[in-house]
């Protein structure tokens, strides 16, 4: 089946720093993926939908300047969390869809993100 | 927002058929019913989905009502590794739609 692999699966950055979120689709092409957020024994929370060749289309309330998304090929996006911030820590999970596949998204491992 | 509802948390014994229900009374006609589980720490995981009949698979079974209002994914034996975090979403399959996830339901397998 499809698969989304996502690196790195856990990153410790200090205060100030910026970090880099890889996801790629490794079986398939995938001109939308999708970028979410969770905090402790929450939800997943959608971030951004990233388009390849596009700008990415922010959710309310997400800064773009600080989570800056790229999808410059149809496997690849990639999630910049800038000048990173205490606060900024989380787990990241990107997700894919197989086009004209009507068997559902495909999540990468997530990204656990430490910023100290 | 989720256009479904789902119980906060649920126990189940080892062994035992897990009964997950979801209402989701505003699907409209072109929406499947989605399931994923996400394990502690992990990516979530595509279980199951279905439009109006009920569908099985290796995983699990996925009833829904004629009216489409409800459904229920079944896990017919459940094993402490089932324990996860299950979500019910509503969906249209052939497009890429963004997918908004509820707070689903924390199922607890115990020995």
């Known amino acids: 089946g499809a698969v989304v692999s996502q690196h790195p699966s856990r990153v410790i950055c200090k205060s100030g720093t910026s970090v880099k979120i890889e996801c790629r689709s490794l079986?398939?092409?995938?001109?939308?993926m999708f970028w979410y957020r969770q905090f402790p024994k929450k939800s997943l929370m959608l971030m951004a939908t990233s388009n390849e060749g596009s700008k990415a289309t922010y959710e309310q309330g997400v800064e773009k300047d600080k989570f800056l998304i790229n999808h410059a090929s149809l496997t690849l996006s990639t999630l910049t969390v800038t000048s990173a911030h205490p606060e900024d820590s989380s787990f990241y999970i990107c997700s894919a869809r197989e086009q004209g596949s009507p068997y559902g998204y495909t999540f990468g491992s997530g990204t656990r993100l430490t910023v100290v | 927002d989720a256009k479904t509802t789902q119980p906060t948390s649920m126990d189940c014994a080892e062994g035992r058929a897990a009964n997950l229900p979801c209402n989701h009374s505003?699907?409209?006609?072109?929406?499947?019913v989605y399931w994923y589980r996400q394990i502690h720490s992990q990516g979530p995981q595509y279980i199951i989905h279905g439009l109006k009949n009920n569908e099985t698979n290796e995983m699990a079974s996925l009833i829904i009502t004629e009216d489409r209002k409800s459904s229920t994914l079944i896990l017919p034996h459940a094993t402490l590794r089932d324990t996860a975090v299950y979500y019910c979403?509503?969906?249209?399959?052939?497009?890429?739609?963004?997918?908004?996830f509820g707070t689903g339901t924390r199922l607890q397998v115990f020995p």
């Open positions: 079986d398939f092409q995938a001109t939308t």
């Open positions: 505003t699907i409209s006609g072109n929406e499947y």
């Open positions: 979403i509503v969906s249209p399959p052939f497009n890429t739609d963004k997918l908004i």
